[in-house]
């Protein structure tokens, strides 16, 4: 069936370090995926999503790009700040009209000043 | 604009108890999802209403759950009789129509412990 596995955390960096959070996906047909971030006390937030094959998704400095090939989705980030401490969510939806997500087990970002 | 809230934020209640989530979507949207993540694990698909009908209820764990969306405005999600195993977080979200092209936006969860 359908899933997404992501790598385990908790992962920590000091501040303007590189970040790269694995990502791969197990689906029939061609799923979207996407990357959600829960920010502590808050709901999951949408931080960037790809529909098809090679295409980049981006938003606030984070990047990442669907590999069919590879089947991955890997988030990364050049500079990691403070304020992007939070659980990482990657996500993939199958491509049916219901918008059920799959979603991997979530990696915690601790970024140290 | 309000986004999706849920209540209570936490519940603590003792196995065999009753507990009635609830979930109020954004003012518009159709679509209402129902998520779950039990420590440590992956967030899971609960159920998904369009309006007020059950579109896909094919993640409910077993008929100890029920969900409801009375006038396809508010969710209900009671859990009778609880066991240790339904603690987790409990997620809802709502979006304007089904499909990936729709953003799904998730309210902040309840933190259920059955003890």
């Known amino acids: 069936g359908d899933s997404v596995t992501q790598m385990e955390g908790p992962v920590t960096l000091s501040e303007e370090a590189f970040l790269t959070i694995n990502c791969t996906y197990t689906?029939?047909?061609?799923?979207?995926l996407f990357w959600y971030v829960q920010y502590p006390g808050e709901g999951l937030q949408l931080l960037l999503k790809?529909?098809?094959?090679?295409d980049k998704g981006s938003n606030k400095g984070f990047e990442a790009t669907y590999r069919k090939e590879t089947t991955s989705f890997h988030l990364e980030k050049g500079s990691v700040q403070v304020s992007d401490s939070a659980v990482y969510f990657c996500?993939?939806?199958?491509?049916?009209?219901?918008?059920?997500?799959?979603f991997g087990r979530g990696t915690q970002l601790t970024v140290w000043p | 604009e309000a986004g999706v809230t849920q209540f209570p934020s936490h519940s603590v209640i003792e196995k065999g108890q009753t507990v009635t989530l609830r979930c109020d979507p954004i003012?518009?949207?159709?679509?209402l999802y129902w998520y779950r993540r039990v420590m440590g694990k992956e967030i899971k698909f609960l159920l998904h209403f369009v309006k007020e009908s059950k579109q896909d209820e094919s993640g409910m764990p077993n008929n100890r759950f029920l969900a409801e969306r009375t006038g396809g405005t508010y969710s209900t999600l009671k859990v009778q009789p609880a066991e240790l195993e339904d603690s987790g977080v409990y997620f809802c979200a709502s979006s304007l129509s089904g499909g990936a092209s729709y953003e799904q936006y998730f309210g902040p969860g309840t933190r259920l412990t059955v003890t």
């Open positions: 003012s518009g949207h159709d679509n």
């Open positions: 689906a029939t047909g061609y799923p979207s």
């Open positions: 790809a529909t098809k094959a090679d």
């Open positions: 996500a993939l939806d199958r491509g049916s009209t219901l918008g059920r997500l799959y």
